[in-house]
């Protein structure tokens, strides 16, 4: 089956406590991107990658990392989290060209909490 | 970052009935997607409509698109329960391959 997978679903960690969300997809997809979604803003893009070794900054980069060694991976790191990353985060994947030329597929959703 | 804003923000209707919701832009698109959220889950793809386009159906979806007002509206005909859910509009504008999303729309359905 065609997905994006997300690990882990749901966290609860404090401050400063370094973490990191896996991001997979099985589809082949060379565009990936993270988002987090909090309530009255919406989604607001973090990283996404156009294919491996090439990523770029989205909207809210501040206390992220990310990384694209494999087509399939992109994970999230969040070096020293803090209450105000408290989100929750989509990993999404599309085909070559992003979402220029076509949809994005998201994961199901990873619920972060920072104490 | 710009981004499409929804209209209205809420929207309680009867099973049965027709859903619209409009979504606005402020600059130049390549094209514009909706999207569906149910409760927590993730974002489903709907339909993706091209600056080109004016409308295109999809089962019970209708999008139209008009590029000089900077418009969109999804129609949801003959709504079901199942189809409550957040909807969001999502633009990606032109020289730049980001898709920016709106706020949301909450529709709810009444069996």
């Known amino acids: 089956e065609a997905q994006v997978t997300q690990n882990p679903r749901y966290l609860i960690t404090v401050t400063g406590k370094k973490l990191t969300v896996t991001c997979s997809q099985n589809?082949?997809?060379?565009?990936m991107s993270w988002y987090r979604q909090d309530p009255g803003l919406g989604l607001r893009q973090i990283y996404y990658s156009m294919n491996v070794e090439v990523t770029d900054k989205g909207d809210v980069p501040e206390g992220y990392k990310v990384s694209r060694k494999e087509k399939r991976n992109f994970p999230l790191i969040l070096e020293s989290p803090s209450p105000n990353q408290t989100s929750l985060y989509f990993c999404?994947?599309?085909?070559?060209?992003?979402?220029?030329?076509?949809?994005?597929?998201f994961g199901e959703g990873s619920r972060l909490t920072v104490l | 970052s710009q981004q499409g804003e929804e209209d209205p923000q809420a929207l309680s209707i009867q099973e049965g009935e027709n859903a619209t919701m409009n979504c606005s832009y402020k600059t130049s698109i390549n094209n514009l997607q909706w999207y569906r959220q149910n409760s927590g889950r993730g974002l489903v793809h709907l339909i993706l409509?091209?600056?080109?386009?004016r409308e295109k159906h999809s089962g019970r979806l209708r999008v139209t698109l008009d590029t000089s007002k900077k418009s969109s509206s999804l129609l949801i005909t003959a709504s079901r329960a199942a189809d409550t859910a957040s909807y969001f509009c999502a633009t990606v504008f032109y020289g730049n391959n980001r898709l920016a999303f709106g706020k949301g729309n909450q529709v709810v359905v009444i069996p």
């Open positions: 589809m082949n997809h060379e565009y």
């Open positions: 409509i091209r600056s080109n386009e």
């Open positions: 999404a994947s599309s085909l070559a060209g992003g979402p220029g030329t076509g949809e994005l597929f």
